[in-house]
């Protein structure tokens, strides 16, 4: 007897993507909105350039701390938990950013933000691979980050709106409290796997194992093993480098942008995230655009590669049109923008290289030392106008290591990521499937 799978069978992605988002898009408006509150606590603390990209860039040490415990215990035990008590602890640290008196406690409490958030992206991508095959990884991915995405659009206008008519104290507060809120939305909303979950029908049930039986034969010739395997594994630090290098390119342009376009512009804060959020626009079509085109291909690295270089050439024409307001201006949210596509195609290449067992690791590996290029990056970029008297020398850096990143992931090879078979039904995100 054969069943079709059509849209009415499609709640991984009408249930378990919305609030996956909206939960991290929470995480990244309370761990980027530091950019909008610099000039309101350099006032209060007197701080320089560089301890305030020091007070940007600590998040990430802390954000290191449990990357690998989380993807690994979320792998062996439960995502759903872990992210819902990070979410409490991350609210409460956003909230106490607003009541700090001085520069050893607003350092203290980056760094526990960081440590608070820091189990939240690996944890969320092992929950993605228990609901989502290789198939669909991309598009579940992307559809996922939409939600960081979706922070950017967010973020400026009301982080420059609230810094504008408030303060910047209220700024955290306001932007902290509805995290403790999404907790219990979180809770609700999730199930650890399509078998405990009692909204899917029995036919995405099937669909979904059927689909994971499939994936367990792939996975051949990949790393195999739990967190010591991914540890050792060539390929997996091969991709915390390409990481590392785009974090220091991401972070050090995201947090100081509302700087440099003040500095470009002389605006207010609000029209500054008002002209911030077209990057944060742009980013959203190249993500829905690329993640789709990826899926359809089955092609993974040169997606993610040609997105590292062609936002690092596009900054680098914005530093050379400096002089023209407006066209800088515009390359600079363009090469914003256009990156919003790599991390759905990029973390759809993990799981071609390791096993199941190895992901979790993996994954925290990656994305917890690869993340402390958002330390190195708005550090630098802080030292070098302190140095400079100019942001043209941290912008040139980040060029320099945006296009190095691409370069080398150009330069990866793995059999795995040489499928480029793909079929008609692999576009759709439900699969008018027969089962057996």
């Excluded at 640290?93 to 608070?116: D, E, K, M, P, Y």
């Excluded at 407006?326 to 363009?334: D, K, M, Q, R, T």
């Amino acid at each position: 007897m054969s069943t079709k799978l059509t849209r009415a069978d499609n709640k991984r992605f009408t249930r378990i993507i919305p609030a996956a988002a909206i939960m991290y898009m929470m995480a990244l408006i309370d761990r980027n909105n530091i950019g909008y509150a610099f000039e309101g606590m350099n006032n209060s603390f007197h701080l320089s350039a560089s301890v305030m990209g020091l007070v940007g860039g600590i998040f990430f040490i802390g954000y290191l701390l449990l990357q690998i415990p989380g993807g690994h215990f979320a792998a062996k035990y439960s995502a759903k938990k872990i992210i819902f008590f990070s979410i409490i602890c991350w609210g409460l640290v956003a909230i106490s950013l607003g009541l700090i008196q001085n520069s050893t406690q607003l350092l203290i409490c980056r760094f526990l933000l960081g440590i608070t958030e820091s189990m939240v992206y690996p944890t969320t991508l092992i929950l993605i691979s228990k609901w989502f095959p290789l198939s669909e990884r991309a598009r579940a991915i992307g559809y996922w980050s939409i939600g960081g995405t979706l922070a950017g659009l967010i973020v400026g206008p009301l982080s420059g709106f609230i810094v504008d008519n408030l303060s910047w104290r209220w700024l955290f507060i306001l932007e902290g409290l509805p995290a403790l809120l999404m907790a219990f939305v979180w809770w609700w909303a999730i199930a650890e796997t399509p078998q405990e979950a009692k909204f899917l029908s029995k036919n995405e049930k099937d669909y979904l194992a059927k689909e994971f039986a499939k994936d367990a034969l792939v996975n051949n010739g990949v790393v195999n093993g739990g967190w010591k395997a991914a540890l050792s594994n060539k390929f997996v630090w091969y991709l915390t480098l390409v990481f590392l290098l785009n974090n220091t390119f991401n972070y050090g342009l995201g947090l100081w942008l509302p700087n440099v376009v003040k500095n470009l512009t002389g605006s207010s804060y609000t029209i500054i995230g008002l002209l911030t959020s077209v990057a944060a626009g742009l980013g959203i079509l190249s993500m829905y655009i690329t993640a789709n085109h990826s899926d359809k291909t089955k092609e993974r690295k040169w997606h993610a590669a040609i997105i590292l270089m062609v936002s690092g050439l596009s900054l680098l024409v914005s530093i050379l049109s400096i002089g023209t307001p407006f066209v800088s201006i515009a390359f600079i949210l363009l090469a914003q923008g256009i990156w919003g596509g790599f991390s759905s195609v990029f973390w759809s290449i993990p799981p071609l290289l390791v096993s199941a067992t190895a992901l979790g690791a993996a994954t925290g590996l990656i994305n917890g030392v690869g993340n402390l290029g958002g330390f190195l990056g708005p550090y630098v970029f802080g030292f070098l106008i302190d140095k400079t008297g100019s942001t043209s020398t941290g912008l040139l850096f980040i060029v320099f290591v945006q296009i190095l990143a691409g370069v080398l992931l150009a330069c990866l090879r793995h059999k795995n990521l040489k499928n480029n078979k793909t079929t008609k039904e692999n576009n759709k995100p439900w699969k008018e499937t027969k089962l057996s």
